[in-house]
């Protein structure tokens, strides 16, 4: 190939067409839960901006849920629309909202949205490209190292922390059989696989992913197309196992646009790719038969796997047991030893990085002087070039810090004092973070639950208020919500692993509940509420269970639970000294709903009547979701196989 620029126009469109898709997701999920807080930051974000221009705090959520759905859905839809301009818009309104937000957007795929969507501006056309005419830039293969220096940090960081946290689970590979039980919002499939599946292939199941988080993010970087193949193909399995198992929203989803974005486009099938700068030469195979390179690669890669294999089954003790018919697998190696490789892997991993950087940029710079024709097109090429190598060399190193906290040796060492400086400038934009998905396995014992229960008279009965999602009702299936995310169920998560003293919200929750709050009432399950439809309850308390997946296939119920003794919150009501005071606290006030003006501007009465009304609708969030989004799709699907357009899916 020599010094040929890679084509990675395919990868490019792949990544942002699907990273437009999440958006969607993201924007979507937050609108139709209509949550509106308390508090707000006063970082000159969009929020702030707004409410200074005269709009409610409502209208500018609503405002920027919608103008973010509309940006992601015609950028996903267009080709001719993904420009940086639109990618810059969208990535400032989730920034907005996740700032607002706070602990309610505080989560980590929420983080690696806004970081995506960062990178996302620098690997856009900065113009609108003609939705048929691709015009390939020399700096185009330097901005999508960036995706892959992401999915390696996003994986990496997570297969490493979970040995780091020195959680018990990880260590004797038995996370996996709390995980399927104590996850958030479980599927019906997480039942079957905690409940069916034997100890040893849940002990198997987590080396596979100590091998897809740790090792083979490093094939990112290799020059072997079978090895990039190979590490992209794992991690989209882990992720879809995961979907499967789990109801993550669109964390999953936005992982596997980061897969696609680090494919090169020889890397995809030819039907992937367009018909015009699809380049054979970029294949291993030749019309002569196979070459020298090929076969260098083959032996290559069959010595990194073998001793990938080699060292996998000693580090992890696997061995067939004839008397079991089962494959016994333990860590072979200490906390200090683990501490060891994830020093010098750090170091391998940033001094990889570094060597392919430097690498593109010298290669893209003079391939913008040696093919590019004319002097004035040489020069632009070249000064293109060189403007964006600075900008990826930069945002590369930055990524470095939260790496270099893996290492417990001087960050100092490792990373340049520069680049620190600027990760702590930028920290609030959240354009590097770090990530540690799964750190430590919860609800071992049991997963800790928390249940409202209301009733109008101090010494009850007592009536259960149940969830939209999160486990209550032990007859109730785990459901199927994602890409959705309720987040007031997936906070209740966390509350049951802390108490109402750390988690002030809680409280806050109470109050909304007791006031009858219509925007939070339709966060519960309706149905099962109805004993509260027209009059909320007068007292409220929380009791805390641990719930256990049932097990057996005869079983009627899909969950069991044990009562706590001791209640999480003793009952209140909205003269309880407890509440008066975090109300005071806080500064909560009760909400009056506004009422429709006629003297209000356009704008305000236009947002008004486009605020969320699932309950006129009749249809839950996660049905409605759906029913945004596969339109949308359609409409995709459509497009790709319509025989008028003479284009590949990447185009359109």
Request: with cysteine; net charge positive; aromatic share 16%.
């Amino acid at each position: 190939m020599g010094l040929s620029t890679s084509l990675v126009e395919t990868s490019r469109q792949l990544f942002l067409s699907c990273l437009s898709l999440c958006y969607a997701v993201a924007f979507i999920s937050y609108y139709i839960q209509n949550v509106d807080y308390d508090k707000f930051v006063t970082d000159p974000n969009m929020v702030y901006l707004l409410r200074e221009a005269g709009l409610t705090v409502e209208e500018s959520l609503i405002f920027l849920c919608l103008s973010g759905v509309a940006l992601a859905i015609l950028s996903f839809s267009a080709r001719v629309s993904r420009g940086c301009l639109v990618y810059a818009m969208m990535w400032f309104f989730y920034l907005s909202l996740v700032s607002a937000g706070q602990t309610f957007l505080s989560f980590q795929w929420d983080i690696l949205l806004v970081e995506a969507g960062f990178l996302a501006i620098v690997i856009a056309p900065l113009n609108f490209p003609n939705s048929l005419t691709v015009r390939i830039k020399r700096h185009d293969d330097l901005t999508m190292l960036l995706v892959r220096v992401l999915l390696f940090k996003l994986m990496f960081m997570s297969g490493v922390v979970k040995l780091r946290s020195f959680c018990p689970t990880w260590w004797n590979l038995t996370a996996l059989t709390y995980h399927f039980e104590t996850q958030c919002i479980p599927t019906p499939l997480a039942w079957f696989a905690h409940s069916l599946l034997p100890v040893w292939v849940h002990k198997l199941a987590v080396v596979a992913v100590y091998l897809i988080e740790i090792v083979f993010p490093f094939y990112l970087f290799s020059p072997i197309k079978a090895q990039r193949r190979f590490a992209v193909y794992s991690i989209m399995f882990l992720m879809v196992t995961i979907v499967l198992s789990g109801n993550y929203n669109f964390f999953n989803f936005l992982t596997i646009a980061l897969c696609f974005g680090s494919l090169k486009d020889s890397d995809y099938p030819p039907f992937l790719q367009s018909y015009e700068h699809y380049d054979p030469k970029d294949t291993p195979v030749t019309k002569g038969g196979f070459s020298i390179g090929y076969w260098v690669e083959r032996v290559l890669c069959w010595v990194i796997d073998i001793g990938v294999v080699y060292w996998t089954i000693r580090l992890f003790n696997l061995k067939w047991n004839w008397s079991t018919y089962e494959i016994d697998s333990s860590v072979n190696f200490s906390q200090e030893q683990f501490q060891s490789f994830v020093n010098i892997a750090v170091v391998v991993a940033m001094v990889v990085v570094t060597v392919v950087f430097l690498w593109k940029f010298a290669k893209n710079l003079v391939c913008s002087i040696v093919y590019e024709t004319g002097a004035v097109s040489k020069v632009w090429s070249f000064t293109q070039t060189l403007t964006f190598g600075v900008i990826v060399g930069l945002l590369v190193t930055v990524s470095f810090v939260p790496l270099s906290e893996l290492s417990d040796r001087e960050t100092d060492h490792l990373v340049p004092e520069y680049a620190s400086s600027l990760f702590f400038r930028l920290h609030d934009l959240k354009v590097s973070n770090g990530y540690g998905l799964f750190r430590r396995m919860t609800g071992v014992g049991g997963r800790p639950e928390v249940v409202l229960e209301g009733s109008h008279l101090k010494e009850g009965p007592w009536t259960e208020l149940h969830f939209l999602y999160k486990p209550g009702n032990v007859s109730a299936p785990p459901p199927w919500v994602a890409p959705h995310q309720p987040r007031l169920d997936w906070q209740m998560w966390f509350a049951a692993l802390s108490t109402p003293q750390f988690t002030h919200w809680f409280n806050t929750l109470a109050f909304r509940i007791l006031t009858g709050q219509p925007e939070v009432m339709a966060l519960l399950d309706e149905k099962s509420n109805s004993k509260f439809e027209t009059k909320p309850p007068t007292y409220l308390r929380a009791v805390k269970y641990k719930y256990f997946f049932t097990k057996g296939s005869n079983v009627k119920n899909w969950w069991r639970r044990e009562k706590e003794a001791k209640l999480y919150l003793e009952p209140v009501d909205l003269k309880s000294p407890q509440l008066l005071d975090h109300i005071n606290r806080f500064n909560i006030k009760t909400v009056t709903p506004l009422k429709y003006s006629d003297s209000w501007p356009f704008y305000r009465r236009l947002l008004f009547k486009m605020r969320p009304d699932l309950k006129s609708l009749n249809i839950g969030p996660d049905a409605l979701m759906w029913s945004l989004l596969l339109p949308i799709l359609a409409m995709k699907l459509g497009k790709i196989f319509t025989p008028k357009y003479p284009v590949k899916m990447f185009y359109l």
